[in-house]
């Protein structure tokens, strides 16, 4: 016992508990009551958009902010924020990001907002994705497929676009490096819904009812990485089909990601919501 317990309980003081709150603030801890509210923290987002040249529209009963280049929007609910693509907007084809943005930072909220606009569906190049062999010429598709050794993201881009070519069939996919904020992630963004019905590259609500969005982590920049994670951003397919979470080396995964769409190809017709095959 320290003395100055020893002296508490000499003159009848009870001994002081730690306070919860007080702890829970010398660590850090956020806590309900240091939150802003919901609309003090979305008037300093709008705010900062504002600066960071969005077009912000408030004073409506949904304010938005929309992008510099028009093709991200940003709807602000009552508690929570929901972002559209393309070039027309509508709340309805909106997707919510986040439930509670009071314990986001403005720097978090950028960012997070960055990354989701970067999967934004974007037509694919005009120029042809680099063939299989052309990339590797010495190995066979199905070696590099079991091969362990470390690629670049522009490495291991190559490798699945040359998979998916005879994976996906005329379904539209995209693979997208993001070199932003320090980390490298590749996203795949593929929506199940045939080419000759829907040509996109806009497909709004439609294209949501369809999208499987997946994130591939590990990779620093173009230094080669041994091992890479790969997980669900975001699917509208039925549960069944469900990619669980996975982390080996960066051809192992492409192999995995490629087989596992060609799968969904195969078995989960397109959810026509919005167009009718034929007409």
């Not at 960071?52 to 709807?75: C, F, I, N, Y």
């Not at 490096?177 to 080419?195: A, H, M, Q, R």
């Amino acid at each position: 016992m320290s003395s100055i317990q020893e002296l508490r309980k000499l003159a009848g003081i009870s001994p002081r508990l730690p306070n919860l709150q007080e702890s829970r603030e010398r660590c850090g801890v956020l806590t309900e009551a240091k939150l802003p509210t919901f609309m003090a923290k979305r008037t300093e987002l709008l705010a900062h958009l504002k600066k960071e040249g969005w077009a912000v529209v408030d004073g409506l009963k949904v304010p938005h902010a929309t992008s510099p280049d028009k093709q991200s929007r940003l709807w602000f609910k009552t508690q929570a924020v929901l972002m559209s693509h393309g070039v027309k907007h509508a709340l309805g084809d909106a997707r919510s990001m986040w439930s509670d943005i009071r314990t986001m930072t403005v720097e978090d909220f950028m960012k997070a907002v960055h990354r989701w606009s970067q999967v934004s569906y974007e037509p694919r190049e005009s120029a042809e994705t680099p063939a299989w062999s052309d990339a590797y010429p010495h190995v066979e598709e199905g070696d590099l497929a079991e091969a362990d050794e470390a690629m670049t993201a522009t490495d291991f881009k190559t490798a699945l676009d040359g998979m998916l070519r005879s994976k996906v069939g005329d379904r539209h996919v995209r693979v997208k490096i993001d070199n932003s904020f320090g980390s490298t992630t590749v996203y795949v963004d593929f929506i199940n819904l045939e080419k000759s019905v829907v040509p996109g590259p806009n497909f709004g609500a439609e294209g949501e009812n369809n999208r499987i969005l997946l994130d591939v982590d590990g990779f620093k920049g173009e230094q080669p990485a041994g091992k890479v994670k790969v997980e669900v951003r975001k699917s509208a397919i039925p549960r069944e089909y469900k990619l669980r979470a996975k982390a080996a080396a960066p051809a192992k995964i492409a192999a995995y990601i490629a087989d596992f769409l060609g799968k969904v190809v195969k078995e989960v017709k397109p959810n026509y919501t919005h167009t009718k095959p034929g007409a």
